[in-house]
């Protein structure tokens, strides 16, 4: 191939691209979010937050745990949720008991904060690595690490 052809082939890859190209249809933030996103920018810490808006979680979870089919079971992903006070509220929103975690030191914590809770692990986990995380634990507890 002649380095003119090549260099025509480049031209029409990207203008095709360009017209190929979804158009933007961005709007501005409802009221609720542009408010939102003023006190942060106004009061904020200057960092990133989460913020958690626990009215709204209350009312999603509740919704949610309304459109679970009679005889099926929810389970919360405790993915996204590291916070064992926040996954409390779910599952007391949802009437939930099920959580399925994927990190094993969350996992261990959620086990002994909550131990009537359903766990399922959300990836493969080596025993060994549960069996050394209650070693662990049992040897901080016994006063022999700090």
């Keep these: 191939m002649q380095r003119r052809h090549f260099l025509y082939a480049l031209i029409a890859a990207g203008t095709g691209s360009l017209l190929l190209r979804p158009a933007d249809r961005g709007a501005p933030h409802d009221g609720y979010f542009a408010a939102l996103n003023r006190l942060l920018r106004d009061q904020g810490p200057g960092r990133p937050v989460l913020v958690v808006d626990l009215a709204r979680l209350e009312r999603n979870c509740e919704r949610l745990a309304r459109s679970i089919a009679p005889g099926k079971d929810l389970r919360i992903v405790a993915k996204s949720l590291p916070s064992i006070a926040l996954l409390e509220q779910v599952l007391r929103a949802t009437g939930s008991r099920r959580v399925m975690g994927f990190h094993q030191p969350f996992l261990n914590a959620l086990a002994s904060s909550l131990p ?14 549960a069996e050394l995380e209650r070693d662990v634990e049992a040897f901080c507890t016994a006063g022999r690490l700090e």
């Design 116 to 129: 009537q809770t359903d766990l399922l692990l959300g990836k493969p986990m080596p025993v060994r690595a």
